[in-house]
């Protein structure tokens, strides 16, 4: 007994020390070398549960047809159609971490071993489940590959649980006002987000490509007393624990360069445009004195509404954050606290993308000249009318500076890559626009631009489809019309 008892005493201290040479193999194991592919990572046992039925057809208003962008190729997936964004996340301003749960219930739209989306390499990801399984996947740069096969039309709900400190990426523009886009953290902590041409992926896993919108809802809690801001309709405001946390639901197709997401110290004022809609404007507490002008939007949205027709969304608001620029967003427009951004003139700029630019989304950034060319124009009429002097007069000015933008950055639909945003894509179109306004007459003009915005409610289309309108709808041929004015390599000569 004592031999047997002897023998499995020396065979146990052998596992042990087969278990210890084992483990200190493992610590010693080199590290995988910088830019080499990421072993893809299994799930963890915590899988979250399936919190939506993928077939509801609620989310069939976002059913989009994505492509590969011509200008970004290698921003947004084509084999991925994201319908919904449920956006779980938690700021932490003095540590400078985010962390998320975002469940994205999507289409994909042909068969495929694998599928990805675009998520930041500052974030760490720490489970992915797909319809309630756990997965496996690759993190690698700003790409996050699931490893799961997917069919053709088929609905998946997908859950990522992530946390890191967002980091913004350059933007390919050379304007002085702004260089990155993305997730914005200053020096105490605050946050804000601008996102053209693409940036959405520095905080949220995402098909980051304008044709492919989707609906959203957000929690945002951040520590007392400042508060979590975003796109749509603020469902609610609690106080839990030393949290603020807010909820936010946005009822429209929105492209993820749309989206927006601000933590700061925040208070809010509102009021209402003369057809019902009511403003929110949420400013810094500090500096409550914002807010006044601001207010004057509900001026410029009722000389809107009368320019372009009923304002297209159930809420609008505008929060202030620390930038220079302002930026289209949907809903919730974010604005720089400057003079300029601050101005009437660029009030109604922004408000009028809510028709241009957000009901209807350029499918791909070769043609965001739809969204900046009316927009300017919009802008133009405004600034004439308060100065009191004629259109044309306005446009005169603009033609000042379009031979130069054109001959800097190219046409305005055909623009460098590495000149994203600049002068070219709102002062030439804006003057087209003008320029079809007198061929055409001002009320076949207004009914038309009333109209096309009506006409692709909800969608991301492209140039061949609005100019086939435009044709269509006044019966003229405008072919080389518009290739003059949009592809031309210098400005064609004015009416």
Aim: proline letters at 7%.
């Amino acid at each position: 007994m004592r031999a047997l008892e002897a023998r499995l005493a020396r065979a146990s201290t052998i596992v042990l020390l087969l278990v210890l040479l084992v483990l200190l193999a493992a610590c010693a194991l080199p590290a995988a070398k910088s830019g080499s592919p990421a072993p893809a990572r299994p799930s963890s046992s915590v899988v979250p549960e399936v919190p939506q039925d993928p077939d509801d057809t609620g989310y069939d208003k976002a059913l989009s047809e994505p492509v590969e962008d011509s200008y970004y190729p290698d921003s947004g997936d084509p084999g991925v159609d994201a319908l919904h964004y449920d956006l779980d996340l938690s700021w932490a301003p003095g540590k400078r971490v985010l962390t998320g749960v975002a469940t994205v219930i999507f289409r994909a739209t042909s068969d495929d071993t694998s599928f990805q989306l675009a998520l930041g390499p500052s974030l760490e990801v720490t489970d992915v489940s797909l319809d309630g399984v756990g997965v496996e996947w690759v993190h690698d740069g700003t790409d996050l590959v699931v490893e799961a096969p997917v069919v053709g039309d088929e609905r998946y709900v997908l859950v990522v649980a992530y946390a890191g400190t967002p980091e913004p990426v350059a933007a390919p523009t050379t304007r002085d006002d702004y260089s990155e886009s993305g997730f914005m953290i200053t020096e105490s902590g605050e946050t804000w987000t601008m996102q053209e041409p693409y940036g959405a992926h520095t905080w949220y896993p995402v098909n980051d490509q304008p044709s492919d919108k989707a609906l959203y809802d957000f929690v945002l809690a951040v520590p007392s007393p400042w508060v979590g801001v975003a796109n749509g309709e603020l469902v609610e405001r609690a106080e839990e624990g030393p949290r603020t946390v807010t909820r936010w639901h946005l009822a429209d197709p929105a492209a993820s360069y749309l989206t927006t997401l601000a933590f700061g110290d925040y208070t809010m004022t509102s009021n209402t445009s003369r057809s019902g809609v009511e403003i929110d404007y949420w400013v810094p507490a500090d500096e409550p004195e914002l807010a006044t002008g601001l207010e004057t939007a509900a001026n410029g949205l009722d000389w809107l509404e009368a320019t372009l027709g009923p304002y297209p969304f159930d809420t609008l608001g505008f929060v202030l954050v620390d930038s220079q620029s302002g930026m289209e967003t949907q809903t919730m427009i974010t604005l720089g606290k400057s003079d300029y951004t601050l101005s009437a003139p660029v009030l109604v700029h922004e408000m009028a993308h809510q028709w241009y630019g957000d009901e209807v989304t350029p499918d791909d950034w070769r043609d965001v000249w739809m969204n900046e060319g009316m927009a300017m124009y919009v802008q133009g009429m405004w600034e004439a009318e308060r100065s009191g002097i004629s259109i044309d007069e306005q446009m005169d000015v603009y033609a000042d500076l379009e031979d130069e933008y054109r001959a800097e950055s190219g046409p305005p639909a055909a623009y460098h890559p590495d000149a994203f945003g600049e002068g070219n894509i709102y002062y030439g179109p804006a003057l087209m626009w003008h320029e079809l306004r007198q061929r055409i007459g001002d009320e076949e003009f207004f009914r038309i631009v009333r109209e096309w915005p009506q006409a692709r409610a909800g969608t991301s289309t492209d140039r061949d489809d609005y100019l086939a309108w435009l044709e269509q709808e006044t019966g003229e041929e405008l072919t080389a019309f518009f290739d003059a004015w949009l592809l031309g390599d210098t400005t064609p000569p004015r009416d």
